[in-house]
Nanobody, 113 residues
Framework: QVQLVESGGGLVQAGGSLRLSCAVS????????MGWYRRAPGKQRELVAT???????NYADSVKGRFTITRDNAKNTVYLQMNSLKPEDTAVYYC???????WGKGILVTVSS
Protein backbone atom coordinates (compact mmCIF):
# COMPACT_ATOMS: atom_id res chain seq x y z
CA GLN A 1 0.00 0.00 0.00
CA VAL A 2 1.38 3.38 -0.98
CA GLN A 3 1.83 5.83 1.84
CA LEU A 4 3.15 9.37 1.98
CA VAL A 5 3.73 10.46 5.56
CA GLU A 6 4.61 14.05 6.39
CA SER A 7 6.41 15.09 9.56
CA GLY A 8 8.20 18.08 11.01
CA GLY A 9 5.40 20.61 11.21
CA GLY A 10 4.46 22.70 14.22
CA LEU A 11 4.46 26.20 15.65
CA VAL A 12 7.30 28.61 15.00
CA GLN A 13 7.82 32.33 15.37
CA ALA A 14 8.17 34.58 12.36
CA GLY A 15 11.74 34.51 11.09
CA GLY A 16 12.25 30.96 12.29
CA SER A 17 12.84 27.72 10.43
CA LEU A 18 11.28 24.30 10.06
CA ARG A 19 12.12 21.25 8.01
CA LEU A 20 9.32 19.09 6.69
CA SER A 21 9.90 15.49 5.70
CA CYS A 22 7.78 13.17 3.58
CA ALA A 23 8.56 9.48 3.70
CA VAL A 24 7.25 7.55 0.71
CA SER A 25 6.64 3.83 0.60
CA UNK A 26 7.41 1.41 -2.16
CA UNK A 27 8.70 2.18 -5.62
CA UNK A 28 6.53 5.28 -5.91
CA UNK A 29 9.31 7.59 -4.76
CA UNK A 30 11.80 6.33 -7.35
CA UNK A 31 9.31 6.59 -10.22
CA UNK A 32 7.84 9.98 -9.39
CA UNK A 33 8.60 13.65 -9.33
CA MET A 34 7.70 14.93 -5.87
CA GLY A 35 6.05 18.11 -4.71
CA TRP A 36 5.06 20.12 -1.68
CA TYR A 37 1.77 21.99 -1.73
CA ARG A 38 -0.07 23.97 0.91
CA ARG A 39 -3.55 25.16 1.79
CA ALA A 40 -3.82 28.26 3.89
CA PRO A 41 -7.01 28.99 5.87
CA GLY A 42 -9.75 30.11 3.50
CA LYS A 43 -7.62 29.60 0.40
CA GLN A 44 -7.16 26.98 -2.29
CA ARG A 45 -4.30 24.54 -2.26
CA GLU A 46 -1.25 25.91 -4.05
CA LEU A 47 2.09 24.70 -5.28
CA VAL A 48 5.06 25.39 -3.01
CA ALA A 49 7.90 23.48 -4.64
CA THR A 50 8.60 20.48 -6.83
CA UNK A 51 11.62 18.30 -7.50
CA UNK A 52 12.00 15.93 -10.41
CA UNK A 53 13.54 12.47 -10.34
CA UNK A 54 16.66 14.17 -11.67
CA UNK A 55 16.52 16.74 -8.83
CA UNK A 56 15.51 19.71 -10.93
CA UNK A 57 13.60 22.08 -8.67
CA ASN A 58 10.83 24.62 -9.10
CA TYR A 59 9.44 27.07 -6.55
CA ALA A 60 6.48 29.35 -6.11
CA ASP A 61 7.52 32.99 -6.28
CA SER A 62 6.35 33.51 -2.71
CA VAL A 63 8.91 31.08 -1.29
CA LYS A 64 11.89 31.54 -3.62
CA GLY A 65 15.06 32.21 -1.68
CA ARG A 66 13.50 31.03 1.58
CA PHE A 67 12.48 27.41 0.97
CA THR A 68 14.56 24.54 -0.39
CA ILE A 69 13.24 21.20 -1.61
CA THR A 70 15.52 18.17 -1.70
CA ARG A 71 15.16 14.44 -2.04
CA ASP A 72 17.10 11.52 -0.58
CA ASN A 73 16.66 8.59 -2.93
CA ALA A 74 18.30 6.17 -0.47
CA LYS A 75 15.72 7.04 2.19
CA ASN A 76 12.72 7.49 -0.10
CA THR A 77 12.20 10.87 1.51
CA VAL A 78 11.61 14.38 0.23
CA TYR A 79 12.34 17.40 2.40
CA LEU A 80 11.25 21.01 2.52
CA GLN A 81 13.60 23.31 4.41
CA MET A 82 11.71 26.47 5.30
CA ASN A 83 13.67 29.50 6.47
CA SER A 84 12.67 33.08 7.26
CA LEU A 85 9.13 31.95 7.86
CA LYS A 86 6.32 34.48 7.70
CA PRO A 87 2.82 34.40 9.18
CA GLU A 88 1.45 34.06 5.64
CA ASP A 89 3.26 30.70 5.38
CA THR A 90 0.77 29.31 7.89
CA ALA A 91 -0.98 26.41 6.17
CA VAL A 92 -1.44 22.69 5.99
CA TYR A 93 1.43 21.35 3.90
CA TYR A 94 0.95 18.32 1.68
CA CYS A 95 3.41 16.03 -0.01
CA UNK A 96 2.51 14.66 -3.44
CA UNK A 97 3.87 12.03 -5.79
CA UNK A 98 3.14 13.83 -9.05
CA UNK A 99 2.89 11.15 -11.74
CA UNK A 100 0.48 8.98 -9.75
CA UNK A 101 -1.21 11.90 -7.94
CA UNK A 102 -0.89 10.33 -4.52
CA TRP A 103 -1.15 12.76 -1.62
CA GLY A 104 -0.11 12.68 2.00
CA LYS A 105 -2.61 13.59 4.71
CA GLY A 106 -0.96 16.92 5.36
CA ILE A 107 0.78 18.54 8.29
CA LEU A 108 0.09 21.87 9.93
CA VAL A 109 2.65 24.67 10.00
CA THR A 110 1.76 27.70 12.08
CA VAL A 111 3.91 30.83 12.02
CA SER A 112 3.19 33.35 14.76
CA SER A 113 3.91 37.04 14.38
Amino acid sequence: QVQLVESGGGLVQAGGSLRLSCAVSGRIFRDNDMGWYRRAPGKQRELVATITRGSTTNYADSVKGRFTITRDNAKNTVYLQMNSLKPEDTAVYYCKADQVSYWGKGILVTVSS
